[in-house]
C-alpha cells in the first residue's frame, strides 16, 4: 500500500531527497535537489545508506566495521549538508541507514511523508549509468514518488540554470 504524501498539505512542505554515495555524480544529485528545495520553499534530506556487512564469525570485527563505517557515512553527510548550506544557503536533514540501499531509500520515503521526490544522477561509466541508477532503475517495484534523474554531463551552472 503507498503511503499518502502530506507534502502539499496545510502546514507541510515538499521535500526533496538526494542520495549521499561518494560517487562523482552525487554532487550533482545533492545540488539539483538542493535548489530546487530552495526555489520551492521546500525541504531537503540527504540520506547515506551504509551497505550491510557479514561478517558473522568475528563479531567483535563486525561492530568495529559498522562503527568505522557509520562514523565514515556520518562525515560524507555532514560534509555535504556544509557544502549545501555554504553554496546554496539552506540546512538539510541529515539520515542515515544501514541496509540495502533500495529498501531503505523505500523505508526513508515511507517514513516522511513530506518526501516528494527521489534525485538522482546519472554517472558517465561505460559500464552504465551508474550503480545507484542502475540498481534502481531495474528494480520490480516502483517508488511511491517521483524519481528525478539527471543526465550525464551536466555542470554545476547547467544545474543552477535549470532550477
Not at 503511503?3 to 496545510?10: F, I, P, Q
Not at 526533496?16 to 531537503?44: H, M, Q, W
Not at 541496509?99 to 518526501?115: K, L, M, T, Y
Request: aromatic share 4%; hydrophobic share 45%.
Amino acid at each position: 500500500m503507498v503511503s499518502k504524501r502530506l507534502s502539499g498539505e496545510a502546514g507541510h512542505r515538499r521535500k526533496f531527497v538526494a542520495i549521499v554515495d561518494g560517487t562523482p555524480e552525487c554532487s550533482l544529485a545533492v545540488r539539483y535537489a538542493a535548489r530546487r528545495a530552495k526555489n520551492s520553499n521546500g525541504g531537503l534530506v540527504l540520506l547515506f545508506v551504509i551497505p550491510q556487512h557479514d561478517v558473522q564469525q568475528w563479531i567483535g570485527v563486525q561492530e568495529y566495521m559498522r562503527a568505522e563505517a557509520r562514523e565514515e557515512a556520518e562525515v560524507a553527510v555532514s560534509k555535504a549538508a556544509e557544502e549545501v548550506r555554504a553554496s546554496i544557503g539552506i540546512d538539510a536533514e541529515i539520515v542515515v541507514r544501514e541496509g540495502s540501499v533500495a529498501e531503505e531509500i523505500n523505508a526513508v520515503v515511507e517514513d516522511d511523508r513530506d518526501i516528494a521526490i527521489l534525485v538522482l544522477a546519472a554517472g558517465s561509466a561505460k559500464e552504465g549509468p551508474g550503480p545507484l541508477v542502475s540498481l534502481l532503475a531495474g528494480r520490480g517495484k516502483a517508488f511511491s514518488i517521483p524519481v528525478t534523474v539527471l543526465p550525464d554531463g551536466l555542470s554545476e551552472a547547467d544545474i543552477d540554470a535549470l532550477c
